[in-house]
């Protein structure tokens, strides 16, 4: 069927570290990919998206890239900020089944001063 | 700002008491989802419609009806509730014409005791 996989958290960063969240995907056709982001209290913001293999979203210095071959959509930011806080799910996109989307678990990242 | 509502925005309601929730929009979108949110589970749809009168059910229908007799409002209603519908429900629209792209009200906090 089709998920979606990311990696646990909490991640807890201190500012200015690297993030990446990790994500993978099963899918069948070729899905849009993306990734949302909830801060505390709120509701789902998009973050960035990609429509096909090898396009790379990027959104408020995150960054992450469409790849086929190993069915993943990692998310990356090179110096995490403490406003970064969040959480943050990755999601696919069913063109066929009414455009609904199909969300990993999320993954709560935490960054320390 | 996809001009997404949702009302009420918090609810707590007795086990086996009707809940219907209201998700309205003002872009005159045609496809328009409820999903809930529930710890470990990322988000998962509950119901979407794609036009007036038209619907169709998600992974995790069971316990829910929609409505939709006009473009801009989209109900959602707890027959009966049960405590297992504890949940924060998200309404969302999907942009079209090539973006294909969801954005989301700022839910729904609905407690069952």
């Known amino acids: 069927g089709n998920s979606v996989t990311q990696m646990e958290g909490p991640v807890t960063l201190s500012e200015e570290a690297f993030l990446t969240i990790n994500c993978t995907y099963t899918?069948?056709?070729?899905?849009?990919l993306f990734w949302y982001v909830q801060y505390p209290g709120e509701g789902l913001q998009l973050l960035l998206k990609?429509?096909?293999?090898?396009d790379k979203g990027s959104n408020k210095g995150f960054e992450a890239t469409y790849r086929k071959e190993t069915t993943s959509f990692h998310l990356e930011k090179g110096s995490v900020q403490v406003s970064d806080s969040a959480v943050y799910f990755c999601?696919?996109?069913?063109?066929?089944?009414?455009?609904?989307?199909?969300f990993g678990q999320g993954t709560e990242l935490s960054v320390k001063p | 700002d996809a001009g997404i509502t949702q009302s009420p925005r918090h609810k707590v309601t007795e086990t086996g008491t009707p809940v219907t929730l209201r998700c309205h929009q003002t872009e005159n979108h045609r496809y328009m989802y409820w999903y809930r949110q529930d710890p470990g589970h990322g988000l998962r749809l509950i119901h979407y419609?794609?036009?007036?009168?038209?619907?169709d059910k998600g992974e995790v229908s069971d316990g829910y009806s929609v409505s939709r007799s006009k473009t801009e409002d989209f109900l959602l209603t707890l027959e009966s509730a049960t405590s297992s519908q504890t949940s924060v429900y998200f309404c969302?629209?999907?942009?079209?014409?090539?973006?294909?792209?969801?954005?989301f009200g700022p839910g729904t906090r609905l407690l069952v005791l």
């Open positions: 990609a429509t096909k293999a090898d």
């Open positions: 969302a629209i999907r942009e079209s014409g090539g973006e294909e792209t969801q954005y």
């Open positions: 419609s794609y036009g007036v009168k038209d619907t």
């Open positions: 899918a069948t056709g070729y899905p849009s």
């Open positions: 999601a696919l996109l069913l063109y066929n089944q009414g455009g609904k989307l199909i």
